[in-house]
Nanobody
C-alpha cells in the first residue's frame, strides 16, 4: 500500500514563501509521476504541478507558473513544492498524489490520473 504524507503548510503573508513536502513509502518511488493539487472551500480540486519519475518533465498550471517549483529527491522518497510570491488566492488544502501506472491515460493535470493521495496540508495566505 502506497502512503503519502504532506507537510510544510501554514499561515503566511502575501508575497511570502512556503515549501511543501510529500514523503512517500518506498514503493511509491517506482511511480511514473507525482503531482500537487489544491482545493479551496467550495471549489473543485485543481491541478498545481506535476513531475515525472525521472524528474526531467515538469508541468504547471498557468496560475502558478513562474512562482512555484516542483522537484523530487529520490533518495529521500520525497516530492517538494516550493511556493514563492504567494497570493491570497493560493489559499487551499494542498494534496500530493502519485501514480504507479507506467503510462499517462488522462494527463498530468487530471485527478483521475493518480491512484494514491495524501491527506492534505493547509496553506493560508493573508493579504
Amino acid at each position: 500500500q502506497v502512503q503519502l504524507l504532506e507537510s510544510g503548510g501554514g499561515l503566511v503573508q502575501a508575497g511570502g514563501s512556503l515549501r511543501l513536502s510529500c514523503a512517500a513509502s518506498e514503493r511509491a518511488f517506482s511511480a511514473f509521476a507525482s503531482a500537487w493539487f489544491r482545493q479551496a472551500p467550495g471549489k473543485e480540486r485543481e491541478f498545481v504541478a506535476a513531475i515525472s519519475w525521472s524528474g526531467r518533465i515538469t508541468e504547471y498550471s498557468d496560475s502558478v507558473k513562474g512562482r512555484f517549483t516542483i522537484s523530487k529527491d529520490s533518495a529521500k522518497y520525497t516530492v517538494y513544492l516550493q511556493m514563492n510570491s504567494l497570493k491570497p488566492e493560493d489559499t487551499a488544502v494542498y494534496y500530493c498524489a502519485t501514480t504507479l501506472k507506467m503510462r499517462i491515460d488522462f494527463g498530468f493535470d487530471n485527478v483521475d490520473e493518480y491512484e494514491y493521495w495524501g491527506q492534505g496540508t493547509q496553506v493560508t495566505v493573508s493579504s
